[in-house]
């Protein structure tokens, strides 16, 4: 299905993927608070379906977002120092809700600033343009990052590196961005058909298994001993479903497997 042309988000289903396309081209794909709502419960969509396996944020314009429309979004942040997750919704940054827990597959492109910026350490994969620019310039608007760069840019580009940029506000291209470990891979063309291609190959694999590797990668960024203790009950679980006789029949006879979640 696609949002109308009024929506600040559209929704397109292809196979088991979602795509979720930022819808304010004329604002640069400025979040205001319809935008955010709209993509919160994107988020609680996927996670719900068996149907969907993984999704795509991506932006329709030459932009991805150049932050937060703080006109609009101004008065909810005074008052509560967050933004309201409406019912059925998840926080796409998984600060304020658990995390999804389907994989996310980002594509960037032209401006990525603050919330983008942490949108895209919150996601799973990340591919950008050459020519995307990166900031968090929340520093230089009064505030700070509130959408998860403080804790996940150092885990994953190390202090000084993440200093470096929350602290001054100033801008960094692709390529920083892929040396910090906030983008995955850089690309000369089309982000998203990148972003498409490995999706599918997400997509094609296991869904229950997809889902537990993913939800034990992020429990043990929090507690890798705690983690390694729980290994073997994952494994458990997914030991007694179908598509691992699935698989390993497609082991057996060399054909491809076709997962059916269960």
Not at 11 to 36: T, Y
Request: hydrophobic fraction near 45%; glycine fraction near 8%; charge should be negative.
């Amino acid at each position: 299905m696609s949002a109308h042309a009024e929506d600040s988000i559209t929704l397109e289903r292809l196979d088991h993927r979602l795509e979720i396309g930022f819808n304010r081209p004329d604002k640069r794909n400025a979040a205001n608070v319809s935008l955010l709502e709209q993509l919160a419960l994107a988020y609680g969509e996927l996670d719900r379906d068996p149907q969907l396996r993984v999704g795509i944020v991506h932006a329709h314009g030459d932009h991805f977002t150049s932050g937060l429309d703080l006109v609009d979004v101004g008065p909810s942040l005074q008052k509560q120092g967050s933004l309201p997750i409406p019912d059925g919704g998840l926080d796409p940054w998984g600060i304020t809700t658990r995390q999804v827990s389907k994989p996310v597959v980002v594509a960037l492109k032209g401006t990525c600033f603050t919330l983008g910026v942490e949108l895209a350490l919150a996601s799973d994969v990340v591919i950008a343009h050459r020519d995307t620019v990166f900031a968090q310039l929340e520093v230089a608007r009064g505030i700070l990052p509130f959408g998860g760069a403080t804790s996940r840019m150092p885990a994953a580009a190390g202090w000084s590196n993440a200093m470096r940029w929350l602290l001054s506000a100033e801008s960094f291209s692709a390529s920083e961005a892929h040396r910090l470990n906030i983008v995955t891979e850089v690309v000369d063309d089309d982000p998203l058909q990148a972003a498409r291609v490995i999706a599918d190959a997400i997509a094609q694999q296991a869904p229950l298994a997809v889902q537990e590797t993913l939800q034990s990668a992020r429990a043990a960024r929090i507690d890798s001993e705690k983690e390694h203790a729980e290994l073997p009950r994952r494994l458990g679980r997914l030991m007694v479903t179908g598509d691992v006789a699935r698989g390993m029949e497609a082991f057996m006879t060399k054909k491809p497997a076709v997962f059916e979640g269960n």
